[in-house]
């Protein structure tokens, strides 16, 4: 049984950065991050394919985050920086195991519980 588990999110300030991680508990395939904002439905942010060559951000994070994975740890980071209040969210990993990185939640076969990140203004 695949399990995923995020961590390093927190209360920060806007501007800030913050790194979240995704550990794995068997090897990865195509690992997403997705995130669910108050009074939101859950978003697309980032994914990153089995062998890191092929990355998609959503636009609202593209530029201002990075994604990188270390398939001998198990684990996917994802690198945001200068926050926004509109960054808050319980931030979701993914894992997909057919095809390539997707966008679509529905895609994805397994789920961690999410970490939070709160960005005050």
């Known amino acids: 049984q695949v399990q995923l588990v995020e961590s390093g999110g927190g209360l920060v300030q806007a501007g800030d950065s913050l790194r979240l991680s995704c550990a794995a508990s068997?090897?990865?395939?195509?690992m997403g991050w997705f995130r669910q904002r108050p009074g939101k439905e859950r978003e697309f942010v980032a994914a990153?394919?089995?062998?890191?060559?092929?990355?998609l951000f959503a636009d609202s994070v593209k530029g201002r985050s990075t994604l990188s994975r270390d398939n001998a740890k198990r684990s996917v980071d994802l690198q945001m920086n200068s926050l926004k209040p509109e960054d808050t969210a319980v931030y979701y990993c993914?894992?997909?195991?057919?095809?390539?990185?997707?966008?679509?939640?529905?895609?994805?076969?397994?789920w961690g519980q999410g970490t939070q990140v709160t960005v005050s203004s």
């Open positions: 993914a894992m997909r195991l057919l095809g390539a990185p997707s966008r679509s939640e529905n895609e994805y076969d397994f």
């Open positions: 068997t090897p990865s395939f195509n």
């Open positions: 990153i394919s089995r062998d890191g060559r092929m990355t």
